[in-house]
Nanobody, 120 residues
Framework: QVQLVESGGGLVQSGGSLRLSCAAS????????MGWYRQAPGKQRELAAT???????NYADSVKGRFTISRDSAKNTVYLQMNSLKPEDAAIYYC??????????????WGQGTLVTVSS
């Protein structure tokens, strides 16, 4: 069973920075993609950033130039460096992993979420 453990959320002032981490553990035979989604109160969950096994990053337009996603493949860990945070970045950030098992089954797993609060 694959599990995701997130850390790094918290309270920061507008313009500040935070770094989120997400570590995956378990039987990940093939890593496909990993990323961060976020959900603000009263809104739908949306993509923030993802990174593929080839280290191709994809960002939501709203975070381009401010957020950077990276990964440590040896540790099965993905990071989200968030700079120049704005009040509208406040949300619960969820880690997401797509991977394949030994029998080539594609699976998706979500983390429990970490809260990011940005004060104005």
């Amino acid at each position: 069973q694959v599990q995701l453990v997130e850390s790094g959320g918290g309270l920061v002032q507008s313009g500040g920075s935070l770094r989120l981490s997400c570590a995956a553990s378990g039987n990940i035979f093939v890593f496909n993609a990993m990323g961060w989604y976020r959900q603000a109160p009263g809104k739908q969950r949306e993509l923030a950033a993802t990174i593929t096994s080839g280290d191709r990053a994809n960002y939501a337009d709203s975070v381009k130039g401010r957020f950077t996603i990276s990964r440590d493949s040896a540790k099965n860990t993905v990071y989200l460096q968030m700079n120049s945070l704005k009040p509208e970045d406040a949300a619960i950030y969820y880690c997401n992993l797509w991977y394949r098992t030994l029998d080539n089954t594609a699976l998706e797993v979500w983390g429990q979420g970490t809260l990011v609060t940005v004060s104005s």
